[in-house]
């Protein structure tokens, strides 16, 4: 297929905003990419399935240089581009615009078959020498592209393709085109049916293949392979718990660490995997041993929260402690001994080779307590009690709080196991902190003694549980540290922000939309001026959510309640 086809279907994407319209394009636009399954990745800029972690690696310089070279210009002229457009995608299509009128039409077509050989090669490249390498696939494929394309090739490798398409909308395409729904009830049940096979298989490619085919329900879960995780609203108090899960309920300690899905796969090896589905196996080598010495099974997924504790007092520790081991990737054994984590299993849902996920809780608890040897330090189950008093659940809240950790979960003893889904089969209950994750969408220099750092942040909230939609809901400027050893500073900030400038708008910047954080507040207020229609009052910058993804933070929904309440 030639490129310029997806090309067509990128610029009418970005002529709309409307969620509705863009289903519409993206849903005819499926039919001609049916027996070339693979190309939908390419519809939200992304070249793998998304439990495929492999990055491109290709920063804003790179491109630079690689624009330069392919248009024939220096580098300077297209950084001066840059600061007045703001998007290395449209500098492409300006200066290779230009080039092609004087050239003539005689290159070769750009096909899509072509643009995926070259950019998937470019996670294979690491280390010295292989810049080079990087920039030559990517002018090969600038040399060949017109000029719109240049504009989606250079966002594409850049991972912001800018029209506006994320997982909501394409699984609603899917619906539209696989299933052609007769009223909004059979939407409905259509859409439930695609959001969960994709949340099983976190891979569009899989789930469009199988709806077109009607075989969503043979997508099955894989060892090995990451998985959406189960979420948990709100309780606000234990009787609210008990009306939501069903009493008796079990109550378990809420640790306050971090999500990690351990799989051992089919071939025996063990895999670590974030919430936001990032692998992070070799971050944590003793999970990899005491999981392979201390639990029985050929094949499972452990759904589990690592906790850090203090080495020397063995007392436990809070998230922000061992935060920093999850983006390490040197120096993994000195953290090991400084950092050291637990690894506290709390669910089972899959085991040599059977799904667990319509099994009820409580038997899947009993699997946990069968396979899983416990030893202190290493590897531990949840703490759990089982009970239809709440009495003796508020104790058993004010030990899990004594114990350092952040309170309690309720868990309904029949639930089956829902990927992706937040819908009550546990609650969570914990002291009203009134903090929110949210992600920073742009962010502002500072001036003064402040000169030279990122000191205020544009943060959103996202529309819903299942579309992608980003939603601003003020900035934040306070909580970071001038200096290093206070604790998360500016400077550090900068640092993790820069690399993720997409656009330069005198001393504003907008970036990446990846970066967590958690936001503390005093209210929520309705207002205006925000996309979200409200904005925090007294908003603090409480701690980087590395964990965590886009998908993770807080919808306008949740904050939203927090406003009535
Ligand atoms: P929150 O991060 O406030 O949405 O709370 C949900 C998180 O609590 C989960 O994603 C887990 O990382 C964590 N958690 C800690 N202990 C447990 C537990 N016993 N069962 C389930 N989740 C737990």
Not at 18 to 31: P, V
Not at 93 to 104: A, D
Not at 486 to 491: A, H, I, P, Q, V
Not at 494 to 512: A, F, Q, S, W
């Amino acid at each position: 297929m030639d490129y310029s086809r997806i090309c067509e279907v990128y610029t009418a994407l970005e002529g709309t905003s409307k969620g509705l319209e863009k289903t519409d394009i993206l849903a005819r636009f499926l039919g001609e990419i049916r027996s070339n399954p693979e190309f939908i990745y390419l519809l939200r800029g992304k070249l793998f399935a998304d439990y495929d972690n492999r990055e491109l690696g290709v920063s804003h310089q790179l491109i630079i240089k690689a624009i330069s070279r392919a248009a024939g210009i220096s580098e300077a002229k297209v950084v001066d581009e840059f600061k007045e457009l703001g998007d290395l995608g449209s500098v492409a299509e300006k200066v290779l615009g230009g080039k092609k009128k004087q050239k003539g039409l005689f290159e070769e077509r750009l096909s899509v078959e072509k643009v995926l050989e070259n950019l998937r090669k470019l996670p294979e490249l690491e280390g010295k020498g292989t810049v080079d390498l990087k920039i030559g696939y990517v002018v090969d494929l600038l040399h060949s592209a017109s000029a719109a394309e240049a504009k989606y090739v250079v966002r594409t490798v850049l991972g912001d393709l800018k029209v506006g398409v994320g997982t909501g909308i394409l699984r609603d395409a899917i619906v539209m085109y696989c299933f052609e729904p007769k009223d909004l009830e059979d939407k409905k049940v259509c859409v439930k049916a695609v959001q969960e096979a994709y949340d099983k298989a976190t891979d569009m490619r899989e789930v469009f293949e199988r709806a077109c085919s009607n075989e969503l329900e043979k997508i099955k879960l894989l060892p090995g392979k990451p998985l959406k995780v189960m979420l948990f609203p709100k309780a606000k108090d234990v009787e609210d718990a008990f009306r939501i899960v069903g009493r008796p309920a079990a109550f378990e300690y809420k640790y306050d660490g971090f999500r990690v899905m351990v799989n051992k796969a089919e071939s025996g090896e063990v895999k670590i995997f974030t919430r936001a589905l990032e692998n992070v196996t070799k971050q944590f080598p003793e999970i990899v041993e005491y999981v392979e010495s201390h639990v029985r099974g050929e094949n499972f997924i452990l759904d589990c929260e690592a906790v850090g504790f203090d080495a020397k007092t063995g007392e436990y520790t809070d998230f922000q402690a061992i935060s920093q081991r999850i983006r390490r990737k040197y120096g993994i054994s000195e953290m090991r001994q400084e950092l050291p984590v637990e690894l506290v299993v709390f669910d089972v849902v899959y085991l040599d080779g059977n799904s667990l996920i319509e099994t009820a809780f409580k038997e899947r608890r009993k699997t946990v307590e069968r396979i899983v040897r416990e030893e202190d330090k290493k590897i531990v189950l949840a703490k759990q009690i089982v009970t239809s008093d709440s009495d003796e659940v508020e104790r058993f809240y004010d030990e899990a709080l004594d114990d350092n950790q952040e309170g309690l979960m309720g868990k309904r003893l029949d639930a089956p196991y829902k990927p992706g889904a937040r819908i009550g089969h546990a609650v969570k209950l914990k002291p009203e902190d009134a903090d929110f994750d949210l992600v920073i969408t742009g962010a502002e220099w500072g001036t003064g003694k402040r000169a030279g750092w990122l000191t205020s942040f544009d943060i959103a909230c996202r529309e819903s549980e299942v579309e992608g939609k980003l939603l601003s809901i003020g900035k934040v400027s306070t909580g970071l540290k001038e200096l290093q050893d206070e604790g998360l500073s500016f400077g550090e900030m900068t640092d993790i922000l820069e690399k993720l400038v997409l656009k330069v708008e005198g001393r504003h910047v907008n970036v990446k939309p990846e970066v967590i954080i958690s936001v503390q507040f005093q209210n929520v207020q309705r207002s205006p001026t925000n996309l979200s229609g409200f904005a925090l009052r007294f908003p603090r910058i409480l701690r980087l959510r590395p964990d965590r993804g886009v998908g993770d933070i807080a919808t306008v929904g949740e904050v939203e309640k927090e406003a009535g309440s």
